[in-house]
């Protein structure tokens, strides 16, 4: 089956208070492509964090003030090279300056990554069903780095509706044996599918992503994604 | 512009030599979604490995065969745990266990990683053109783990016509600032995508990605993507 990746254009400035759901609603059949039933909504960080009044004020002149924002939002510092600091969020993600990014939004002002991306994407979810009448699962989206790659990639900081990982523990291969790749992060896959309509400069921060199995549709949670620091061979 | 992602059925099973180009070409063909000009087509490492005759012996019921075969894949062994190596490939890829796959392999073989994706990838790329003449980029795809996130997904391992990453440096952001976020590496996004059309036990290794940007046409290369040693803060 095919899976479709639908930019979501017309979605207005956000500001604190504001209703997503409805915004992409609206947005969505304005261009044609109403929501339905088994889509699943990436919406970006960014958004997420305008709606619910996670900016701070921060004077972009003084090099320390970030760095102190960073480690506020933190509870590890993991490296630090100039001004880049790698650390653990209070969230368990670890990423480049605690996710606090200074782009797309206000002169003088930071977005700081959502409190509870999971509760962010779960209201949306229910509010889409509630005042649309559709099923979706939402998730929420940022840009991460990677260890060892170049280049940074969407993932999922949120979710709901949707398993994050889809274990195939016990799955057969084409021989009839069980499969060595068990737990397939399909929730950073549609993430990081949905920043390819989305882009980084262009007002779209909402993809639909529409055609998913049916049976990934499930209850699945961020800290499915997080590896445990005791797991972690790379802390 | 919407992206599609359609999964190419009813590849044969593919054997040394066996020419990957015309396989896609025809069964893409025959399912009603024939190659056209600006597709990127997303090849699974493991058909590509059994093109090229990179399958080797090896006695599954010896611990010992996988961890030296893979010690013979890797120009350095980063992190062990139990039957668990993280290695650099001698491709520079970090990853579990230098990439070698025993699922959907004859028994009693292993599926090593080709010695250059990249022009494998290109290989499959100028068959496409000359046969075909259809103009698509190829990605080679592989199944890598990340340091801090649990489960796996899919990421370039060899790239032809695409660029790997895309460099937003100098763009500006919706408020006329320069971005901060700058690399995407969208050669991964894309294996990403391709991934949740394909599975690990269904007969699906390759998937057409259809309606890229065409500014994204171009030379990339894997190592575009691998990181050099020292400018990595997790090795």
Redesign the interface.
């Known amino acids: ?7 979501v254009h017309g979605i207005p400035e956000i500001r604190e208070g504001d209703v997503i759901a409805d915004a992409i609603a609206t947005a969505a059949a304005e261009q044609g492509t109403p929501l339905a039933d088994g889509d699943c909504l990436v919406v970006t960080q960014k958004i997420v964090s305008k709606a619910e009044g996670r900016i701070v004020a921060i004077d972009a002149t003084d090099p320390n003030a970030k760095h102190a924002l960073v480690e506020a939002e933190s509870v590890r510092i ?2 630090r ?1 100039g001004p880049l600091l ?1 650390s653990e969020t209070t969230h368990g ?2 990423c480049a300056n605690a996710g606090i ?7 003088g002002t930071a977005a700081l990554l959502p409190i509870d991306s999971d509760r962010s994407a779960q209201r949306i979810r229910e509010r889409l069903a509630a005042q649309v009448g559709v099923a979706c699962a939402v998730i929420v989206s940022d ?1 991460f780095g ?10 999922a900081i949120g979710v709901a509706g949707l398993l ?3 274990d ?1 523990r016990g ?5 009839g ?1 069980e ?3 068990t ?4 929730a ?3 993430a ?2 949905a ?3 989305m882009g ?2 262009t ?1 779209v921060p909402v993809a639909i992503v529409r ?2 199995d049916p049976a990934w549709f499930g209850n699945g949670r961020v800290t ?4 445990a620091p005791g797991g ?4």
């Open positions: 089956m095919t899976i479709e990746l639908i930019p993991l490296r090279r790698i993600f670890v990014d200074l782009s797309n939004v206000d002169d840009t990677r260890a060892w790659r170049n280049g940074l990639t969407d993932v994050a990982i889809l195939l799955t057969l291969d084409d021989r044996r499969l060595e790749v737990e397939v992060a399909i950073d896959e549609v990081g599918a920043e390819l309509v980084k400069a007002k055609g998913l499915d994604l997080v590896r972690d061979l790379f802390r």
